[in-house]
């Protein structure tokens, strides 16, 4: 257990719907990271916060948000879904999101979209 | 730019035997290296990690790797593996001050008892 909790576990959506995906973070660290793992794509970086503040964007759609509330859980916000936005959605956390930092990465959900 | 090969997208291996998992990496500034492992269903942990000092390090689970800059390559290697080892394994680089993370396609160990 990696102290990452992400939820839901599982998410079943239609096209053209939004969807909503959580994480808290570990006790203690700052920096939240998105990823998107699908079998066309591999394993993608899609957004780093830290603090609240975003820090570093990767491979995000225009579609996609992401935000991180003073508490510092996390939420990726996903509109006008499509197929192809059907994958494992990982969120990970670390310490400061120094590049050197251990990321610690919660268990997934996976989207499918229909 | 970043960029990481994992020749290999499977590798079978008898129980107890040696194995290596290849990675290259491609980057114009200093790296930071890392590797990950997914067991079925589950988020990626990490194995180890380069930043910097000693070319070989190593990692969780008895797995080493070895930093080669002139090779570009970071390959993973453990001298007898476990049933328990059977996994996708995965590369990372990360480059200088830049905090994105590229991730190679995987390789899946599939140890054969």
């Known amino acids: 257990d990696s102290g990452v909790t992400q939820t839901p576990k599982h998410l079943i959506t239609a096209t053209g719907q939004r969807v909503t995906l959580r994480c808290s973070p570990r006790?203690?660290?700052?920096?939240v990271y998105w990823y998107q793992q699908s079998l066309d794509q591999g394993l993608q970086f899609l957004i780093q916060?830290?603090?609240?503040?975003?820090?570093a964007k990767g491979n995000i759609l225009e579609r996609f948000s992401a935000q991180q509330f003073p508490d510092l859980h996390s939420e990726l916000n996903l509109s006008s879904l499509e197929l192809g936005d059907s994958a494992l959605y990982f969120c990970?956390?670390?310490?400061?999101?120094?590049?050197?930092?251990?990321?610690?990465f919660g268990p997934g959900t996976r989207l499918t979209v229909l | 730019a970043q960029s990481v090969t994992q020749l290999d997208s499977q590798v079978p291996v008898f129980e107890e035997a040696p194995v290596e998992l290849r990675c290259n990496y491609s980057?114009?500034?200093?790296?930071?290296l890392f590797w990950y492992v997914q067991y079925p269903n589950q988020g990626l942990q990490l194995l180890l990690k380069?930043?910097?000092?000693?070319?070989l390090v190593k990692g969780i689970n008895g797995f080493e790797a070895e930093f080669n800059k002139s090779q570009t390559s970071f390959h993973l290697r453990k001298p007898s593996v476990h049933i328990s080892d059977t996994a996708e394994y995965f590369c990372?680089?990360?480059?200088?001050?830049?905090?994105?993370?590229?991730f190679g396609t995987g390789t899946k160990l599939q140890v054969i008892p």
């Open positions: 990372a680089v990360r480059s200088g001050g830049y905090q994105k993370v590229t």
């Open positions: 006790s203690g660290d700052l920096s």
């Open positions: 380069y930043l910097s000092g000693s070319t």
């Open positions: 990970a956390s670390s310490a400061l999101g120094q590049v050197t930092d251990t990321q610690y």
């Open positions: 916060y830290y603090n609240g503040e975003e820090r």
């Open positions: 980057s114009s500034v200093s790296v930071y």
